[in-house]
């Protein structure tokens, strides 16, 4: 194996476990012998409920349109909650766009229980919202638990069932598991546990316009939009490759340009510098196969 990403992969000093990319000639995977093959994908696990998203509005379940509270019967909810939240979207929710200015949690992490307790729903909508919805970004995990909550109610089964049956499922993935609160219900915002040449699946999903293996697994309109407004993907600098990150090093990218997608796990202390240096990399890497 020898191009210009698992160069640099190669080079990172801080511990680097696995890491994929995906073309149109195959999968390369790399992985560190000392390392284990699932590992925690963090904030990534985002890019997989927003999926689910896309999913269910393409199957008339959802509309992003929706507010967050019109899933959920008056008993789901604090008696006392902020009649706010009744005008966030889905699409607020998936924005980070809510209008909280509280930073509740990452509830599969902080020790933070005695607090929230175990009714992780009614916890965070007891929060109140402080700043204006639709336009004031504040990036929250709590934001995605929601979503979570949302996809299991809309699709009439655990986010975890429908994600293995909407996309683990068709996309073949091996070793993987969800971080879920008291009640089971996945965290949303971290703790999918998988190899990174199955994560990288999803991101060549988006890059082919929503279709693995001649089988369409979400609306090509649903990619579109997730690239144009921050559902879980952002652009790389100026380049063709949208991304989404994951605390302590994490990433899967993807190019739909060039077709073409990449993903990492590992630890850094230097927050975005290595990710940066290996996206540099990953773009050179397309560069090299033109």
């Not at 509830?107 to 402080?130: H, M, N, P, T």
Request: aromatic content about 14%; some cysteine.
């Amino acid at each position: 194996m020898n191009n210009s990403f698992f160069n640099a992969v190669l080079a990172e000093t801080d511990p680097m476990y696995d890491a994929a990319v995906i073309t149109a000639s195959g999968t390369e995977y790399w992985k560190n012998e000392s390392c284990n093959y699932c590992n925690n994908s963090h904030s990534v696990t985002k890019f997989f409920f927003a999926t689910a998203v896309g999913i269910l509005e393409g199957q008339g379940r959802l509309s992003r349109t929706d507010s967050v509270t019109s899933f959920f019967s008056p008993d789901d909810l604090p008696a006392d909650y902020d009649k706010k939240w009744d005008r966030v979207t889905v699409e607020d929710a998936l924005r980070h766009k809510t209008g909280l200015d509280t930073i509740p949690y990452g509830v599969d992490e902080d020790d933070d229980r005695a607090k929230i307790g175990d009714d992780y729903l009614k916890y965070v909508f007891s929060l109140k919202i402080e700043q204006k919805t639709g336009e004031y970004r504040r990036y929250s995990d709590a934001a995605y638990y929601l979503i979570s909550q949302i996809i299991t109610k809309a699709a009439g089964m655990n986010a975890e069932r429908f994600l293995n049956e909407a996309v683990f499922l068709p996309l073949q993935f091996r070793q993987w598991a969800l971080a879920k609160c008291p009640k089971g219900i996945p965290i949303g915002g971290g703790g999918l546990y998988a190899r990174s040449d199955d994560v990288a699946k999803l991101g060549y999903v988006y890059a082919c316009g929503g279709v693995y293996q001649n089988k369409r697994i979400l609306p090509e309109g649903w990619i579109t939009d997730a690239m144009k407004n921050d559902y879980a993907c952002t652009q790389f600098r100026d380049t063709d490759v949208f991304v989404k990150t994951g605390a302590k090093g994490q990433m899967v990218a993807f190019s739909r340009q060039r077709r073409a997608a990449v993903a990492w796990h590992g630890y850094s202390n230097e927050g975005n510098a290595r990710n940066d240096r290996l996206l540099e990399a990953f773009v050179r890497f397309l560069d090299e196969c033109e």
